[in-house]
């Protein structure tokens, strides 16, 4: 069974910064794609940004040049994964979560993320 540990949510003022980590545990197929979605109340899930096990990113428009995805380069967390968020604004306030897709997919509980002055 696959589980996904996520961390590092918390309320930030406009223009902070955050950093969400997720560490994924189980037994993982080595070919994979691990990301971030978030999901604000009344609307629905979209993605944020994922890295696939070769490294490849993919952003959403709304946080090009504002977040930064990585995976830890260590062999024994390779399956760690970061979100780095700057210039954080209220439209970023969402839960965020946390997806590992492999053979299958998986989620995470999710994490808060509140941008508020």
């Known amino acids: 069974q696959v589980q996904l540990l996520e961390s590092g949510g918390g309320l930030v003022q406009p223009g902070g910064s955050l950093r969400l980590s997720c560490a994924a545990s189980?037994?993982?197929?080595?070919?994979?794609?691990m990301g971030w979605y978030r999901q604000a109340p009344g609307k629905q899930r979209e993605l944020v940004a994922t890295i696939s096990s070769g490294g490849s990113t993919n952003y959403a428009d709304s946080v090009k040049g504002r977040f930064t995805i990585s995976r830890d380069s260590a062999k024994s967390a390779k399956n760690t994964v970061y979100l780095q968020m700057n210039s954080l604004k209220p439209e970023d306030t969402a839960l965020y979560y946390c997806?590992?897709?492999?053979?299958?997919?998986?989620w995470g509980q999710g994490t808060q993320v509140t941008v508020s002055s």
């Open positions: 189980g037994s993982i197929f080595s070919v994979n794609v």
């Open positions: 997806n590992l897709a492999a053979i299958k997919n998986y």
